[in-house]
């Protein structure tokens, strides 16, 4: 019953299966085929799949909302690079005394700015379960008090948007700052192991791969199961018309935060796999810039689909990778015409396209 | 702490009907409302009774204080002076809107708002008399009981065939009806119905007049319309808003004969 719930998306099936796949094929073509092989995969590559995983959940966080919720946040960003810090500052105290000041506590920015301490909100992440912890706590937290006085006051639409944008344009600037105590605009860099692991090695780069390809497919059957319940269809509801959904008896802004925050975690918890893989998170992250592109991502796959969101975070990021190597300054034309071009013509993405050839799907109880 | 509340714990929660006191026979109590905008007063001194399971039917020409009545009934918005009572012991003007739907006051907009994405059957579902808190809603199943009502609902207002069709494709007729069905399925004790016949054929007409007085008896329905021959078709009490407070209130022959109301009606 509840299984066949959350598969019955076909594209979702999909999904799925693939992400499995690649669960067991590619440490095998990593690890075990040699690397003059044809179906070898390099360490590089695996990197960068997991990073586009990282990226599909992303995708798949603000599909939660904005698809299903219709609250089109432009800061989703500011959540992912929240949780990104609270990893690297796990990692970074794991560096321990092999900095390149061998200081046994402080990380190398800090004695760099002659701290005599390392500052409270530092305590406890030198323990893995309490980084843990904090990478979903963090994001849910900001997204909770942010979504309470925004939703309460009934605040939606375009004024939404552009107050979610000043929230990371505002965390950038204070993390810019280096009294802020997290490393300023070099960020949190030159990790050594991930619980005692280390992060050089193929192995932990093929392990983060799978844990990432895993999340994604949790992320999905979570987002899923959420959807599909009667909480799902509420959401919907309030997206389409939020004044009935209140005069029928629900309180529309607890729901409102309710996905905010669910959407902010994990978020965050894409953010962590993110940063262990490219080795580094600064306050680039909380450029508006990079939020704005997550919603095209999700406009291109197609919103409302969560499979859609991945999808789109996937070739985007793709055409983005091969593109910024072949002719840099075209790219950022390139995603504007995609993104124009997929609003007038595909106004429900590539998902929508593939739906256009098939007949329509039947309804269901 | 009162001191008779200091085992509140032990007594059971109030249910709605031990809430609501009709003991008198009456279930809303309003009196001299005024609501003003901008100095205009669209609701001046209104003062109504509504009896238990009465069909009420009021009319009056636009700007009378129609919609404004019901805004204040359910909650949108608040009068200046006066007072507004569900049964004998609830003030109206201290709940919220959605703490008033739940209380059993449900209400029909003019403008026919189901929600277009969701099939008919979802949007009795939403609709339901339930817990709608959201953690009772992620987990939430329809129990059997819950399904019975929802058939019984769909049979009333004839949208059996319809059940899985997306509310957007129905006609204009059967999304007002659904509206209605919706009403129904959060199990109220008030129905506030606005213009239910706009814009409807003779046929749907006569369907939707069967529908509500069906419903009143064990529900009150006050119903707002424009359209004189449908409310002689339903209406056992008729009110004559005018201007914000009361013109006249009695059956539908004693008000068309009043002088005042033809004046207002046809005089101006």
Redesign the interface.
Known sequence: MLMSRILEDKGGRWMLAILSVAVVWVPIANLLIASDSLLHVPTYTVSLLGKYLCFALLALALDLVWGYCGILCLGHGAFFALGGYAMGMYLMRQIGDRGVYGHPELPDFMVFLNWESLPWYWYGFDMFWFAMIMVVFVPGLLAFVFGWLAFRSRVSGVYLSIMTQALTYALMLAFFRNEMGFGGNNGLTDFKEIIGFNLQSDVTRVVLFSISAIMLGLGYIVCRY?VT???G??V??VR??QS????????VE??QI?IFTVSAMLAGIAGALYVPQVGIINPGEFQPLNSIELVVWVAIGGRGTLYGAALGAGLVNYAKTTMTAAFPEVWLFALGALFVLVTLALPKGIVGLWQRFKPAPK??? | MERDRVFEFLIEKPTRDSLVDISHGNILYLEDITVSFDGFKALNALTLYVEVGELRCIIGPNGAGKTTMMDVI?GKTRPDYGTAFYGQRIDLLRLS??EI??LGI??K?QKP???????V??NL???MAAD???RA????KMSGEQRDTLDETLEMIGLVDKV???AGTLSHGQKQWLEIG?LIM?NPLVLLVDEPVAGMTKQEMDTTAELLTSLAGERSVIVVEHDMEFVRSIARRVTVLHEGSVLAEGTMDAVQNDPKVIEVYLGS
Do not use: C
């Open positions: 959420i319940s009667k909480l269809r509420v919907t509801a389409d018309a009935r959904t209140r005069f029928i008896g629900y309180r607890h729901y309710w309804s269901h109880e | 359910t809107e959605p739907a739940s449900g209400r907009f708002t189901v929600f277009n994405n969701h099939t059957f979802e579902e939403l609709a709608k808190r959201v809603t992620l987990t939430s899985h069709s997306l919706m959060q």
